[in-house]
């Protein structure tokens, strides 16, 4: 890759608009078979964050043509009476998608409500079977702030095929589905975190960094190597309270060939690859009753 003289910046409010029309398109195409996709979001308790959050994916929901089911609960809502829930929506076939905000009040296993969706539903990718499946290449849902990294990696139209990408971070979330996806393109993937001895060293041979520490300048302009994929999916603020990633933004912009920005980069696409993962399963759902015996002809 040869480096211009400022990074290209990555906008991920662009590439997130344009992905969203798209699944717009798809969403009628089904609704003109009276299948509208589905998503049923579940919040309990009162976290400001999280109310923020659940608004905007239930907005998304709606201005792509597809049903949002939100449903609120107090923080006192017992684990036995959540996870029943989560049943009923496993089995109710309006509902093609389930998610249910992070974080949850202490009294209630997260591990428990996520293996408790249907993995049919588990548009969010988190258990251990989505897991399992991009792990060993199966059909599921991928992670959606990964699958975002790789619509953004996509958009700069580099290859990945025979790059060395470092993914900065080992979460269950972003950092290790990230490294797998990276792989499933024939890219040849070092994962860091806390105890790698060396940072620089690795991120000076990647043609592609991914930094989702949660830690502001993890990443600087002298540990990036010249035109390399800088993809910043941290989420902090700065002494002044502005918000900001990973990345030392201005300086690594000086090096780099593409650079997220933040916000406006990662952060627009989690929601828009929650969507797609929902229309997938809504499309999956329908071509398997098309395909049954007694399914439509």
Do not use: W
């Not at 998304?60 to 959540?82: I, P, R, T």
């Not at 199966?138 to 700069?156: E, Q």
């Not at 797998?180 to 990647?206: D, G, P, W």
């Amino acid at each position: 890759m040869t480096q211009p003289a400022v990074a290209q910046i990555i906008d991920g409010n662009a590439l997130s608009h344009r992905l969203r029309a798209e699944i717009a398109q798809r969403t009628a195409a089904l609704a003109s078979r009276a299948v509208r996709p589905g998503l049923a979001v579940i919040l309990v308790g009162d976290d400001p964050a999280s109310q923020v959050y659940v608004r905007n994916k239930v907005k998304g929901c709606h201005d792509a043509g597809m049903v949002s089911v939100l449903e609120k609960y107090d923080s006192n809502l017992a684990q036995a009476a959540l996870l029943d829930r989560i049943e009923a929506l496993n089995c109710d076939p309006r509902i093609h998608g389930i998610l249910v905000q992070m974080p949850l009040p202490k009294h209630i296993d997260p591990h428990k409500v996520i293996e408790t969706i249907a993995a049919s539903k588990d548009v969010d990718g988190y258990s251990t079977l989505s897991a399992g499946e991009l792990l060993t290449g199966a059909p599921g849902f991928n992670p959606c702030t990964p699958y975002g990294c790789m619509k953004l990696i996509a958009s700069t139209g580099v290859a990945l095929r025979g790059k060395h990408a470092v993914v900065i971070g080992r979460s269950n979330t972003v950092g290790k589905p990230m490294a797998l996806m990276l792989l499933r393109e024939n890219a040849t993937v070092t994962i860091c975190h806390s105890a790698t001895a060396n940072l620089k060293f690795h991120t000076l041979q990647a043609d592609v960094v991914v930094a989702a520490v949660g830690r502001r300048n993890t990443l600087t302009a002298d540990m990036v190597k010249p035109g390399a994929i800088v993809i910043d999916v941290g989420m902090n603020r700065t002494d002044a309270g502005k918000l900001c990633g990973d990345v030392d933004f201005a300086a690594v912009q000086a090096v780099a060939g593409f650079i997220t920005p933040v916000p406006g980069g990662v952060g627009p696409m989690t929601i828009t690859m929650l969507l797609a993962n929902t229309l997938e399963s809504a499309e999956r759902m329908t071509r398997q009753l098309d395909a049954a015996p007694h399914g439509p002809t």
